[in-house]
Structure formats: structure tokens, C-alpha cells
């Protein structure tokens, strides 16, 4: 046997490191605490949804509790405290806990304030448009650009981005596609049915009773929320990650939204009774869809948990 040479005996062995994966403790804690609260826009993005969730609670507040800042029909004035009640009971508590969720890392609560903030962008538009000109109306303004502003900020976080593509790769897209094409048709349909026979007469059938020239719930959804989710879901049935981007926030926002109509409802009707353009028939129905939604939405958000666990 021959001893080592002199080389052999200054070098010594060579280690090869282990390749970081998913499964060593790297990979690990670094998948699992997502960098969304040192990310510079994601900060910006929660101050600015901070400010919202603030000036939400101002405008909900005034509208329900002020008996002299609404007029019109007394069954929308109803209708709109029904929805300042949602706002502030439902839309802020759920924006501030899933911002709170998601400075602690979790990119799915990220995406569920963004859909607590197009709840709050939706309604912003409504107070706007579907109630007469009053004191509020600057609140108003503030409530919608800071929800606007705040979703720009939001979609522009990258580990957003990483939590929405895990989502599309591992998310059962197939029935959450279809789940958003039946809702979006159904809810096209039955506004079609509302608007295409009261084109010609004037003043139109369709408006008696509301107090306004148009209604912002027809236009909003017609030209930006339904061709859009239907689109979303194309994008998510091809895994795409915009479009667990889109979504996810949107079957948020429907839950809440759903919610929203039940309880607006039932304020309007207990305003007006005898008002055309509320109906307690369609609490239940309604009630029925927020816990439907709630299916599809934990379905897409809980894939982007488990993968971040």
C-alpha cells in the first residue's frame, strides 16, 4: 500500500452541499414565509387598503345611521343602509383579517382582501350613482379611489403572483371554471330579460320606483364584472395564472356580494313594503348563494394554502 501523496494530504475532502427542494428546511421556511411583508408594495398596498378599510367605516357608518343624508324612494334609501351595514360588518372585518393573514405570509389571504376590496369598489360605484347626490358624496369618492388604488398596489406583489400560480397548477380549474361561467350567465340573462323590453318606452318600466336615469348595477356588471369573470375563468380552465389572479378575488367578492343583496333586501322592503324594486323572495335564494360560493372559493384559495404549507 502506498501512503498518500503530499497533495492528497493538504486537500481535504471535497462536500458536495445538498441541492435546496421542497423538502429540506430551506425550501421550507422559504415557501412558507412568502416575503409579502418585506416587499415594498405589498406594504404600500396595506397602508393604502388600511386607508380604505377606514374610510369604509366612515361611509357605511353616516349612510346607516344619519336619517337625513339619503333621498329618494325610501326602499333604495333602505337597499343602501342594508349595503353601508355589509360594508362595515363584513367587507372591513374580512379586508383587515385577511391583511393581517397575509403580512404574516399567506398570499391566499392576499387574494381575499382583494376580493374584500372589489366588494368595496362595486358598492363604492353604487353609493355613487344609485343614490341621489348628498353630504356623503366626497366619502364616496374617497371610499372608490382608495379601493382602486388599493387593488392596483395589490396585483402588482409578486409573491402574489407565486401564490396565484400554485393555485392554477394544483386547483381543481375544471369545476371552478364552470361554476363562473353558470353564475356570470345566469346573472347576464336575467338582466337581459330586465333591460331588452324596456328599451323602447319612455320613461322605462325598468327604473319605476328606484329615483335615478340609469342603473349602475347593469352597467357595472354588464360592461366590466361579468365579460370579465367569464374570461377569468377561460384563463384559469388553462391554468394560466392570471387567472386564479382574477378569480379568486371575484368568488370573494361574490360571497360577500350575495350577502350584500339578502340583507339590502330585507332593509328595503322593511322601508317600502310595497316597492317593486325590493323583494323578500330573494333573501333566501341569495343567503343560499353565499354559502354556495363559499364551496368554489375555499376549493381554489385552500390549494395555494396547502402549497405554501
Known sequence: MTSPTPAARRTPPRVEAAPI???????????AHDPLASDRTFRAAAR??????????????????????????????GS?????????AVAVPVLLV?????????????????????????NAVLLLF??????????YEALLGSALWS??????????????????????????????WVVAALNALVWLTAIVPS????????????????????????????????????WLRRRQVRGAMVVGPLLVMWVIEALSVAVDQTFGVHADPSSPVVSLA????????????????????????????
Not at 377606514?54 to 353616516?62: D, L, R, S
Not at 346607516?64 to 329618494?72: A, T
Not at 406583489?157 to 386547483?171: D, G, Q, S
Not at 360560493?293 to 396547502?306: F, I, K, Q
Open 130 to 139: 344609485l343614490t341621489p347626490f348628498n353630504g356623503a358624496f366626497l366619502v
Open 282 to 309: 330573494l333573501v333566501g335564494p341569495f343567503l343560499a348563494l353565499a354559502v354556495v360560493g363559499l364551496v368554489p372559493a375555499w376549493g381554489l384559495l385552500r390549494t395555494a394554502s396547502r402549497s405554501q404549507a
Open 151 to 180: 387593488l392596483g398596489y395589490l396585483g402588482a406583489v409578486r409573491p402574489v403572483w407565486r401564490t396565484a400560480e400554485r393555485m392554477a397548477a394544483r386547483a381543481p380549474v375544471r369545476a371552478i371554471a364552470v361554476y363562473v
Open 48 to 77: 393604502l387598503s388600511l386607508a380604505t378599510a377606514a374610510t369604509a367605516v366612515v361611509a357605511g357608518t353616516w349612510t346607516f345611521v344619519d336619517p337625513g343624508l339619503l333621498h329618494g324612494p325610501e326602499a333604495m334609501q
Open 199 to 234: 328599451l323602447r318606452p319612455y320613461p322605462t318600466p325598468m327604473l319605476e320606483g328606484t329615483g335615478v336615469q340609469t342603473n349602475a348595477i347593469y352597467v357595472q356588471d354588464l360592461a366590466i364584472w361579468l365579460p370579465l369573470a367569464a374570461v377569468a375563468a377561460l
Open 98 to 122: 385577511a391583511l393581517l393573514k397575509a403580512s404574516r405570509g399567506s398570499g391566499a389571504a392576499a387574494l381575499v382582501a382583494a376580493g374584500a376590496l372589489l366588494y368595496v369598489v362595486y
Open 80 to 88: 343602501a343602509r342594508g349595503t353601508s351595514l355589509v360594508l362595515v
Open 21 to 31: 427542494t421542497d423538502a429540506t428546511p430551506a425550501a421550507h421556511d422559504r415557501t
